[in-house]
């Protein structure tokens, strides 16, 4: 398993934008896909966005033209650019690094969780 590290969750008005981040400890690890996941209270952790090794990109309906996936090849790290959100996109947000298969297939290790809320 890798090691991930997220960060940059919080607290922000609704319309508002963050930035998480996620970082694998290894570096000379590459990784075949990326994902981020978010898992609101009391309900199942799905999947937000993912990005492949070559560019290749998908989101949830929920967050298309909202949200952005991009990543750092030299620094193995990826990135969720979270724009006009909504109070329904609060969450605990994991990422996740997987496989790529026509969809993303998730693999054993994640990201510690961050805290997002939207709420006025």
């Known amino acids: 398993q890798v090691q991930l590290v997220e960060s940059g969750g919080g607290l922000v008005q609704p319309g508002g934008s963050l930035r998480l981040s996620c970082a694998a400890a290894e570096s000379r690890v590459s990784f075949e896909a990326m994902g981020w996941f978010r898992q609101p209270p009391g309900k199942q952790r799905d999947l937000v966005a993912f990005i492949t090794s070559r560019g290749i990109t998908d989101y949830a309906n929920s967050v298309k033209g909202r949200f952005t996936i991009s990543k750092d090849n030299a620094n193995n790290t990826f990135y969720l650019q979270m724009n006009s959100l909504k109070p329904e996109d609060t969450a605990v947000y994991y990422c996740?690094?997987?496989?790529?298969?026509?969809?993303?297939?998730?693999?054993?290790?994640w990201g510690q969780g961050t805290q997002v809320t939207v709420s006025s």
């Open positions: 996740n690094v997987g496989l790529y298969g026509h969809r993303y297939i998730p693999g054993a290790s």
